[in-house]
């Protein structure tokens, strides 16, 4: 009662006043929104148009059927590959940067991976190529790491795929190379003059906003199938995150330090160089490594358009479904992400600060540490009498250890066992193991599992796919086109307001534009149901997390492991255990999104107040009531940011699924490379996966902003 | 302080003496570390905090504490940041489980209590203000007043009618469908204490609830608590670190150090006796004259003083009753009711007050 009256007349002084000697901030009450009524207003009506006009106007285009836009984009196509060679734009500028890197490329495969005529055999065979990286690793991130990189790239070889890994080790760092060259400019300007920064970033949103799928044909176009694109297309994935932690490393330098600095008179460069870039050595390491597991992840996606590398076995398997042959590359590619993110993480770590040379070293100690020169060597100090190396003094070892990298070098010049990697015919005892033997221990395995389990996967897929994702489909897909449209912009406005509203309005008439209504409504019912299995499983285990640190501490390695992994690898299990299908795509990206997600909301929960957690213990809250009415609510922000990734990730992956069935717009993309004439559906396809990806990140950023009040 | 400074009756208090007391905690232990439980009783328990944290890794926050608080007292527990005043109350209501001892509210044992009894218990009979206010940012002022209600099962309008009252009673009226971080702090800690109030507990238990706020609105805030106090008569279990704060509200103040009780006394039995070097080195600055009473300045009646002169009660603060001494020409007698206890001149009076003017 009392609630009413202050509601509907003004506020009547408080009655103490006199007390209140404190100023009150502001006196602005929140608007009131019937969100939850408004949105079950949209269903039902969306129920009663649907019941009564199902498919009408669903604007469903047939596999092979295409529009005139998709011809104009063929004929497009057409035109640049008649008249681009002539062309300053495509012939010129463009041919000249697929030249250049077709050149590069070439050398370095000629001299690591394939046979540099007239030798049958690379410049430098593969025990050379295991030493010069263990080298590296070693020198930059020491033993530990070194291990891994010895054990990994043997593993190459031993397996069979020497030349696919080497290749895509090549794309992933020639790729980070170029983010480096670009990037690092790049992120230094944008800390240091806002307009830039203002100019980049939104270009860094919608490079990181659009899923990979869309823009592999575009680039294709403009490159030709080949390893530049592969080596393009991977730097346009790659470069946002370094950009935008090389910027946040250099503005989170203390602006106490810029300004003593600023007093002793650095001028511009001598603070970038002695004071800001070395205070932000360790993020921006972080930052490449960042920008490595994306590259890699791209780099494996770019097998489609024949970018060379493990992508490609991997995609081969999956066509025809030998799981075995999928699993060794898809390992292989595990393998390859885990020891680069190794390897870039304790660079990282050694990077922070007074870094003891390990590894070897070690060893060494007691023998060389006392023998060595003085300007090799410094006390430990804090009073510590024991000799620790100098910078000279570690160049010094590292160059040391050069000579026997250089002897192996040498010797996979000369003998051809060292140079190119024995199969099981010279090395008898890699029989067993080798990739031949763990193509079939992994296809006797997954037989033997699928036979016991399949009985029960397939009857929850076909289960799943009948009750909710058939007529979930079909509401989307099979509504009127026009409703469908007024549907999405009325959940817009309800959930953000206008600008979500007007953003979706635009993208909804490019989608439209594209002639793949019907797909793309498909395609988007996959990806909501995908991110709801995503939400109901990040909530579950994050509040878990965020409630228990030994849970914490159990789960956590498993997420970092999973997030290690580049989505095209999940296909593989996803499709040894449900088949080909919508559903199969629907686990895959349950898979990729539910890590992050995961972390987003566990972070989330660990975040409110303990003080407002203690508060609702002390009025005895049960666990349930802590969750539901404290612990959740006080992370909504973080379970709209996570639903937000979430979906992102789910699109990506749902349209990746076009490979295992999925259908859709990722069916429809992936043809577009192998049927000539569908070229152009293809990038329309592409067109309308951006235009998708973008509005559901506006609608839920906005939503993610009104929550937040 | 001065030669003819008495004892005061029954010098230290002796705690465990009460009858039926609010609250009553006796020998309550805790010790932070994965054994704790296997360390009281044995030789370790004697060793300072810093031995056994050397020994053993673990840290005692609590040690050996037991006293008792009277229905409608308010009990102020002070002491410096570290010396375990804060986990002393979250035992009290098993926020923190106590290693060992027993707690108990109104007879009923807190120590022992299966976890449905326990919730109960905090859900009816205890509430607790913090010092950081622990308000829940998504929900209006007069849900969060209304939220332990809510988690008791209440029904709506009902938890809102009480939420209301409870508004109004700590003089947030009109604010109450602001959220949280729409107020001043003073204007949130309002908040937190109508959200205790609200449950009508036995006991109301303060985590230096003012400690986050500017002087002046602690000011207010404190006299907001004694006015309370008046117009409700809960029974308050109340922990500060400012030894100003304490003498304002207690009616008895528990003195802790490293864990341990230091000196258990009404304010002028902390500032006239203190116990050791500790308590007297931070009741220095106390201006003596706004604390002390007569009773702990006067000199014993030798006879000397006509029955005419004024008469002054034992209990009355010297401050007040300075002027009366020094208007009168000659000493005045104090007493106990009808008794006379002692006699006060100007230059008893003098000496506290003088004393203060030296620091």
Redesign the interface.
């Known amino acids: 009662?009392?609630?009413d009256t202050?509601?509907a007349v003004p506020?009547?002084?408080?009655?103490?006043q006199q007390?209140?000697?404190?100023?009150?901030?502001?006196?602005?009450?929140?608007k009131k929104r019937h969100t939850g009524p408004l949105l079950l207003g949209i269903l039902v009506v969306w129920l009663v148009v649907f019941a009564l006009l199902k498919n009408h106007d669903t604007r469903a285009l047939g596999l092979q059927d295409t529009t005139d836009f998709h011809e104009w984009l063929n004929r497009i196509r057409d035109w640049v590959q008649l008249h681009g060679p002539d062309n300053w734009f495509f012939g010129g500028v463009l041919g000249f940067i697929g030249d250049t890197f077709n050149n590069i490329f070439t050398f370095l495969q000629k001299l690591v991976s394939i046979p540099a005529f007239p030798r049958p055999v690379p410049q430098i065979g593969w025990l050379g190529v295991v030493a010069v990286f263990a080298w590296i690793a070693w020198a930059v991130a020491g033993l530990r790491s070194t291990i891994l990189v010895v054990i990994t790239f043997l593993l190459f070889g031993v397996f069979g795929l020497w030349q696919d890994s080497i290749d895509l080790l090549l794309v992933t760092i020639l790729a980070v190379l170029v983010c480096f060259i670009i990037g690092l400019p790049l992120g230094i300007a944008m800390a240091r003059r806002t307009t830039m920064s203002n100019i980049v970033t939104p270009l860094l949103d919608i490079a990181q906003t659009m899923p990979p799928f869309a823009y592999l044909a575009p680039v294709a176009l403009g490159f030709g199938i080949g390893p530049t694109t592969a080596i393009v297309l991977t730097v346009v994935y790659a470069l946002p995150p370094l950009v935008r932690i090389t910027e946040h490393g250099i503005r989170s330098v203390p602006e106490t330090t810029i300004e003593a600095a600023r007093s002793l008179g650095l001028t511009s460069s001598q603070m970038l160089r002695r004071v800001e870039l070395p205070m932000a050595k360790r993020t921006i390491v972080v930052g490449v490594n960042q920008s490595m597991m994306a590259a890699l992840s791209m780099a494996t996606i770019a097998a489609l358009v024949n970018g060379p590398g493990l992508g490609k076995p991997v995609n081969a398997a999956l066509q025809i479904q030998n799981i075995g042959a999928a699993s060794v590359a898809g390992l292989l590619i595990v393998l390859m992400a885990i020891m680069l993110d190794r390897t870039t993480t304790a660079a990282s770590e050694r990077s922070g600060g007074v870094a003891s040379v390990s590894g070897p070293q070690v060893l060494l100690m007691g023998v060389v540490l006392e023998k060595l020169p003085r300007w090799a060597t410094e006390d430990a100090g804090r009073g510590v009498r024991h000799p620790r190396l100098t910078n000279a003094g570690k160049w010094t070892i590292r160059g040391l250890w050069l000579i026997p990298v250089l002897v192996a070098v040498y010797l996979s010049r000369q003998q051809l066992n060292f140079a190119q990697f024995p199969g099981r015919d010279v090395w008898g005892f890699l029989k067993p193991i080798d990739g031949k033997s763990v193509t079939k221990y992994i296809n006797d395995f997954s037989n033997w599992f699928i036979d016991k389990v399949d009985t029960f996967t397939l009857a929850l897929k076909n289960d799943v796919t009948k009750v909710v994702i058939n007529p979930f489909q079909n509401l989307l897909a099979e509504s009127p086109w026009w409703a469908m449209a007024l549907v999405i912009l009325a959940i817009a406005f309800v959930l953000g307001g206008w600008r979500p509203t007007v953003i979706s309005a635009v993208c909804l008439a490019i989608i439209f534009g594209t002639g793949l209504w019907n797909d793309s409504m498909v395609t988007l019912a996959m990806t909501l149901l995908a991110t709801l299995l995503v939400m109901v499983v990040a909530v579950i285990l994050g509040v878990g997390m965020g409630r228990s640190r030994r849970t914490d501490t159990i789960i956590r390695p498993f997420l970092d492991a999973f997030q290690t992994i580049p989505p095209f690898v999940y296909l593989v299990p996803a499709l040894a255990l449900f088949g080909v299908g919508r559903f199969t795509a629907i686990m895959a990206a349950l898979a990729y999104a539910a890590p992050i997600a995961t972390k987003l909301v566990a972070d989330g929960i660990r975040g409110v107040?303990p003080?407002?957690?203690?508060?609702?213990?002390?009025?005895?809250?049960?666990t349930w009531?802590m969750i539901t009415?404290?612990q959740l609510?006080?992370a909504?922000e973080s379970l709209v940011l996570a639903t937000n990734q979430g979906l992102l990730y789910v699109l990506s992956m749902v349209v990746i699924g076009g490979l295992v069935g999925g259908g859709s717009l990722g069916y429809i993309v992936v043809s577009g490379f192998s049927q000539d004439q569908l070229f152009g559906k293809g990038l329309a396809a592409g067109i309308a996966i951006t235009a998708m990806g973008v509005m559901l990140d506006r609608i839920a950023r906005y939503a993610a902003a009104r929550v937040g009040r | 302080m001065t030669t003819t400074a008495i004892t005061p009756e029954g010098g230290q208090a002796s705690p465990a003496s009460m009858e039926n007391p609010a609250l009553h905690v006796d020998g309550l232990w805790k010790i932070f570390g994965p054994r704790a439980d296997k360390i009281i009783g044995t030789e370790q328990a004697n060793l300072s905090r810093k031995e056994l944290q050397e020994k053993t890794g673990h840290v005692v926050g609590i040690r050996d504490v037991s006293f008792d608080v009277a229905p409608g007292e308010v009990f102020v527990v002070m002491g410096l940041s570290g010396s375990g005043k804060s986990t002393l109350v979250r035992l009290l209501t098993r926020l923190i489980e106590p290693t060992a001892g027993t707690v108990e509210l109104y007879g009923e044992k807190i120590t022992g209590m299966d976890d449905s009894a326990l919730l109960e218990t905090r859900r009816r009979k205890v509430s607790m203000v913090f010092q950081h206010f622990g308000l829940l940012p998504h929900r209006k002022v007069v849900d969060n007043v209304g939220f332990g209600l809510e988690v008791r099962g209440e029904g709506k309008s009902q938890r809102r009618n009480r939420a209301q009252e409870m508004v109004d009673l700590v003089g947030l009226s009109g604010y109450e469908n602001n959220f949280p971080d729409q107020l001043s702090g003073g204007m949130q800690q309002r908040v937190g204490l109508a959200r205790a109030l609200a449950a009508d507990p036995e006991i109301l238990m303060f985590d230096e609830p003012f400690s986050a706020l500017d002087p002046l609105i602690r000011r207010d805030m404190q006299n907001e608590v004694i006015r309370l106090h008046e117009e409700v008569g809960k029974t308050m279990v109340f922990i500060t670190h400012d030894l100003a704060e304490a003498l304002k509200l207690g009616d008895r103040i528990l003195i802790m150090r490293d864990g341990e009780i230091v000196q258990i006394g009404t304010p002028d039995e902390v500032v006239g006796a203190p116990a050791d070097e500790y308590v007297r080195d931070f009741t220095s600055e106390v201006p003596k004259s706004h604390v002390l009473t007569l009773k702990w300045v006067m000199r014993p009646d030798t006879g000397e003083v006509p029955a005419d002169a004024p008469a002054l009660p034992h209990d009355q603060i010297v401050r007040d009753a300075a002027r009366i001494v020094l208007d009168h020409d000659g000493p005045c007698r104090v007493v106990d009711g009808d008794k006379v206890v002692g006699v006060v001149d100007d230059e008893d009076i003098l000496r506290v007050v003088v004393a203060e003017e030296a620091h």
């Open positions: 009662m009392a609630v202050a509601t506020p009547p002084p408080p009655a103490r007390e209140n000697k404190e100023e009150q901030p502001y006196l602005e009450r929140g107040a003080t407002t957690v203690e508060a609702a213990r002390s009025t005895g809250s049960t009531q009415k404290v609510p006080m909504r």
